[in-house]
Nanobody, 123 residues
Framework: QVQLVESGGGLVQPGGSLRLSCAAS????????VGWFRQAPGKEREIVTT????????YYADSVKGRFTISRDDAKNTVYLQMNSLKPEDTAVYYC????????????????WGQGTQVTVSS
């Protein structure tokens, strides 16, 4: 079992930055692939980025490429999402998810989910 807790969300002005954290329980978190997803009001959940177990490979949605960076510190059982140059369209609830296996882009294959953290980009 893995429990995930996101933090770091908040209100930021356009062009600003936030760093989200996804803290996990469990001694084998390093064996899990992790994805960040987001869901805006009235929209479907969408993939933002993924990172493989070990952190050797990352995927980014086109909408965030060049602005967001995912990383992990397995010694701290934590995955980070650094978000720069934020835009109003980045406003959403951000969720991290974990699975044992490859870093999938489809949310339904993830086994563990956090409760989400709200990110609001507005002036």
């Amino acid at each position: 079992q893995v429990q995930l807790v996101e933090s770091g969300g908040g209100l930021v002005q356009p062009g600003g930055s936030l760093r989200l954290s996804c803290a996990a329980s469990g001694r084998t978190f390093g064996l899990y692939a992790v994805g960040w997803f987001r869901q805006a009001p009235g929209k479907e959940r969408e993939i933002v980025t993924t990172i493989t177990s070990g952190g050797g490979s990352q995927y980014y949605a086109d909408s965030v490429k060049g602005r967001f960076t995912i990383s992990r510190d397995d010694a701290k059982n934590t995955v980070y999402l650094q978000m720069n140059s934020l835009k109003p369209e980045d406003t959403a609830v951000y969720y991290c998810a974990a699975r044992a296996g490859y870093a999938a882009r489809a949310g339904y294959v993830y086994d563990y989910w956090g409760q989400g953290t709200q990110v609001t980009v507005s002036s």
